[in-house]
């Protein structure tokens, strides 16, 4: 599986009128933790390489009640491969859900994988002519939208180019996309602007 996404830094709100404007579906709004691993037989930032714990909550769960947050939370265990072009952030990605995150974790620690940093934020998705649309609130790094789809086969350049489009059409430039992963910008410290 390959997920193929581009990503840009954008104002919420004029994003969220254009989606309403293109007709795009809500999905659903989320928080996520995202606590990232240094693994002990090879050094991930030199292979471009990324594991995780992801922890997520349903925004709209927490007006529910009756469960406490840990009953309400997911958990998934990834593994992010190298990019696959210049072009975009396109990389074999590979997920599976997990019972508990925090014995998912207790593995990690157990064959001696670190923890690297924790990336949080809160994410609306929406759906846009065969796209997720994400729009993405990171602590410590700010407002940024993403166009994602995922291919099993080859042909990265059709999805990235369509992700390009879903991007133009909703008045962002795909020309101004950063690959570099929030991970990565936290790491960097950028804040953006």
Known sequence: MYEVEVKVRADHEAVEAALD??????????????????????????????????????????????????????????????????????REEHETAVADGEAAAGVFDGLGFEPAATVRKERAHYRLDGYTVTLDS??????????????????????????????????????????TSYLGLLLDGDAGE
């Open 21 to 90: 404007a293109a007709g795009a579906e809500f999905v659903d709004s989320v928080v996520q933790a995202d606590t990232y691993y240094d693994a002990p037989h090879r050094d991930f930032a030199e292979t471009d390489e990324a594991l995780r714990i992801r922890r997520e909550r349903d925004l709209e769960s927490d007006d529910a009640g009756g469960e406490d947050e840990t009953e309400r939370e997911t958990a998934k265990i990834t593994y992010k491969g190298p990019l696959l072009e210049a072009e975009s952030k396109s």
């Open 138 to 179: 990171v602590d410590g790094l700010g407002e940024f939208v993403e166009v994602e789809t995922e291919t099993e086969d080859d042909d990265i350049e059709a999805a990235r180019e369509g992700a390009r489009a879903v991007l133009d059409d909703l008045g962002l430039d795909p020309a101004e996309q950063i690959r």
